[in-house]
């Protein structure tokens, strides 16, 4: 039997490669699963049977495995990246920090998480993506109020936490009821960087040291400023989750009972599978993900979309935006979404309504200026992807041939010249006749 020659193999593998992805189905993904050790997959395996159950293709490998590549014949072969291997030094293959912000620049998503192990390199990638671990490598955090009661943990480093970011978009619109265990370290965002968002913070009482000694100099990190769960969406709608806890995932604590310190409820089962099921289907796109179509512009009256606009033209502008609700496109709805006519700054401004079925549209009058124009959206809201929409258009003055024959506004002028004539009509009347 003949064999396939190897050039035609290479082009057959492109081709599979280039038609593997749908943006039209955001959830038919393929997730690279980065490990310290194996035993990780069996201690977390609720968590990624949870992944694999809404449809996720999840490929495990030592994060030391040398045959690690994530893209072939300038192709990703995945979507997502999990790094839960916080102690890593260095990636196997052609992986490095570089290469995974590259990956993420490429409008990818990459969850990260941390414990007290963290390497150099996982603090790396985190403070890139906008984070920054306490610098104290030992430092963990630590809070005597609102600690999770336990027979083990004496050292009041395993948290409660119920300091939610407020959002339905990302966390989903039932309520976490039962705090949140987490066992790590901290992270400091900036605020004047609106990309991160703190998901899960502190209590006013934690602070971030060394549990195994005595503090000797003020932490860095203390109150409601050490963020223990955070998210980035870059300007690209890669989304990125960083956690401080990689046991937050673990099978341990989604079966664990959790009860706050001071409080007298016991709640049989902790928030942490919900937690995470909850933001990882933000991170990866299951919720919160728009996409906009048919942009359409014309003449009031008219239906053909125009080449050239005149000077007070009546026009129509309409365009229909949708949410991926995990499994179909479903309208989405919301009363924020704005147009701007747009010359070098804004001439018209434009709330858009909305048919509540995912069609927006308004109607205004073209400026008295003539140009090029643009019509343009720029919607950004809390934890759905930006849309930017830009289409242009020029504008024209009237033709010679298109003024009125009077124009109201010159009255006046109309009135000055023929009084004018009449003026001196009657004014050579009196001059010849009347000497």
Known sequence: MSRAPPLLLSFLLLAILCNAFSPENPTDRKVLVLLDDFAIKSSHSLYFQSLQTRGFDLDFKL??????????????????????????????????????????????????????????????????????????????????????????????????????????????????????????????????????????SASPSAYSANPKSKLSTPPTLTGSAISLVSVVQARNNARILISGSLSMFSNRFFRSGVQKAGSTINHEKSGNEQFVTEISKWVFHERGHLKAVNVRHHKVGEADEPSIYRINDELEYSFEIYEWSGTSWEPYVADDVQVQFYMMSPYILKTLSTDKKGVYYTSFKVPDVYGVFQFKVEYEKLGVTSLSLAKQIPVRPFRHNEYERFITAAFPYYGASFSMMGGFFLFSLVYLYHK
């Open 63 to 200: 994060a030391d495995d040398p045959k690690i590549a994530l893209q072939r014949y300038g192709q990703y072969l995945y979507d997502a990246l999990i790094l839960f291997s916080p102690s890593v030094d260095s990636l196997g293959g052609s992986l490095n920090a570089a290469s995974i912000l590259d990956f993420v620049d490429s409008g990818h998503d990459l969850i990260l998480a941390a414990d007290a192990s963290a390497s150099d390199l996982i603090r790396d990638i985190a403070t890139e993506c906008g984070v920054d671990f306490d610098e104290d490598q030992t430092a963990m955090v630590i809070d005597h109020t609102n600690f999770a009661v336990s027979d083990t943990e004496g050292d009041h480093t395993l948290i409660a936490g119920d300091n939610f970011i407020q959002s339905d978009v990302i966390l989903g619109k039932e309520k976490i009821k039962a705090p949140v265990l987490f066992k790590g370290i901290g992270h400091s965002v900036n605020p004047a960087n609106s990309l991160v968002l703190k998901i899960l």
